[in-house]
């Protein structure tokens, strides 16, 4: 059952957004929409860093894409492929890459685990690796919204089934099945990263985190923070999600994060 009752973004107090410093994201349809980042989301994200606050992506994506991301977006860091990593900008621009384990102990099991998913994949064809494939440090994603048209929602499930069913960790995204090995999600590196890097305790992090998303890959974030903003298009996977967020946007994707910037801008 779900775990709140989701209300509307205006509900959202200035009371509320005053003591938020940090603003935790998702990417893929949640800064981004319908393959594109929207023009006024790009501005938000610019405008919130210059206002002060702490921007960091936490995204399934790969760390690939994330070096990119991290280095030409306006943002402080990404936390990427689902909280194997945290790539943190310096202030020279540089990036500094800072694993939940080792690098090599990770790129290690990584492509053991690609062995392991190579051999499942015949048996749930059409799906098939995700075109970034190559570009992943520490985990194997599955595309079956991203490039495949239409989508394959029954195929991910039976997926999802079978690596649960051999002890596999796997989540889905709006696009991805993310798969890997470890005792890590997207919170345990969003809370590392916060102690270690920005020095937040505990109820610190309660107060001063604001966490937005749009899929059930988000639901170990809508667990621990409870100012949670899900954008609009997060309706369709609602009925799916224990952990669901406290508000929702009216725009889907980027352009309800846009919402959001702009009521955290003008409390």
């Known amino acids: 059952m779900p775990d709140k009752k989701i209300v509307n973004l205006e509900q959202l107090s200035d009371t509320q957004l005053a003591p938020i410093k940090y603003i935790l994201t998702d990417v893929d349809d949640t800064l981004t929409w319908e393959s594109d980042l929207p023009t006024a989301t790009y501005q938000a994200m610019s405008n919130l860093i210059e206002a002060g606050y702490v921007l960091i992506p936490v995204t399934g994506g790969c760390a690939g894409w994330s070096d990119l991301m991290a280095r030409i977006w306006p943002v402080s860091g990404v936390i990427t492929e689902g909280g194997a990593c945290f790539l943190q900008k310096q202030i020279s621009g540089k990036l ?16 053991e685990l690609l062995s392991e998913v190579e051999a499942l994949l015949p048996e749930f064809a059409p799906l098939k690796l995700a075109q970034d494939q190559a570009y992943r440090l520490t985990d194997v994603a599955v595309d079956y919204a991203q490039d495949q048209n239409p989508p394959l929602p029954e195929l991910r499930d039976a997926l999802l089934a079978k690596l649960h069913g051999q002890g596999i960790q796997a989540k889905a995204s709006s696009i991805h099945i993310n798969i890997w090995h470890g005792e890590y999600d997207k919170f345990a590196m969003a809370e590392r990263v916060l102690k270690q890097h920005y020095g937040l305790s505990h109820v610190e992090m309660l107060e001063q985190v604001i966490y937005v998303g749009d899929a059930p890959n988000d639901e170990s974030m809508f667990a621990q923070f409870p100012i949670s903003v899900g954008v609009a298009n997060i309706g369709k996977h609602l009925a799916n999600m224990t952990h669901q967020p406290s508000w929702i946007t009216h725009n889907p994707g980027g352009h309800g994060f846009a919402e959001l910037a702009a009521k955290l801008l003008n409390k």
Request: no cysteine.
């Open 96 to 111: 500094e890459y800072h694993y939940w384990h080792t690098a090599e102990e990770m790129q290690a099991k990584k492509l």
